[in-house]
């Protein structure tokens, strides 16, 4: 399976409905819209977009799908902040019929994540956001190739 990770855009500070309500910015919906065209552009659009039901992820999912001309995200809880790599591993395993799947979350979890996928020690990896990563991966087995990682500030530019 292809796993490709899209990192919610540019959010607004917390405010007073705290850090689950924060809705994304323009900026944060223009990154999602060049990932979107990117990836269509490259033929990597996701058969699947599964996606953190907090705002600001889900209004990026919501944004890129609209702009890439698919069927709206699935929102599951697990893909919430504090996503665990075990976790994320056993619940991609329930989707074996799909080639190229796409999350779409938070940090530190798709860092860890990835450190994970790829047997890295911890902290050497941070995914910016906008960003997408391609992981080539067999869930729930937790080893991986990584096959690129575009971010926002590159991406605007293949656009």
């Not at 890129?64 to 504090?82: D, E, H, S, V, Y």
């Not at 790599?85 to 056993?90: K, M, N, R, V, W």
Request: net charge negative; hydrophobic share 40%; charged share 25%.
């Amino acid at each position: 399976m292809q796993l490709l990770l899209l990192r919610h855009g540019k959010a607004e500070d917390c405010s007073a409905g705290g850090d689950f309500s924060r809705e994304l910015e323009e900026k944060g919906h223009e990154q999602a819209r060049h990932a979107a065209r990117i990836l269509a552009a490259a033929d990597l659009l996701p058969d699947l977009v599964l996606s953190s039901p907090v705002i600001r992820a889900k209004q990026t999912a919501i944004t890129f799908t609209a702009a890439a001309g698919m069927p709206g995200p699935i929102l599951l809880n697990w893909l919430a902040c504090g996503m665990s790599p075990e976790t994320a591993l056993a619940e991609l395993g329930h989707f074996p019929d799909f080639e190229c799947i796409m999350i779409v979350g938070h940090e530190p979890d798709f860092s860890r994540l990835i450190e994970r996928c790829l047997g890295t020690t911890a902290d050497c990896v941070e995914v910016r956001k906008g960003s997408v990563t391609c992981l080539d991966l067999r869930p729930p087995t937790p080893r991986a190739t990584l096959r690129f990682l575009i971010p926002h500030k590159l991406a605007k530019h293949l656009d």
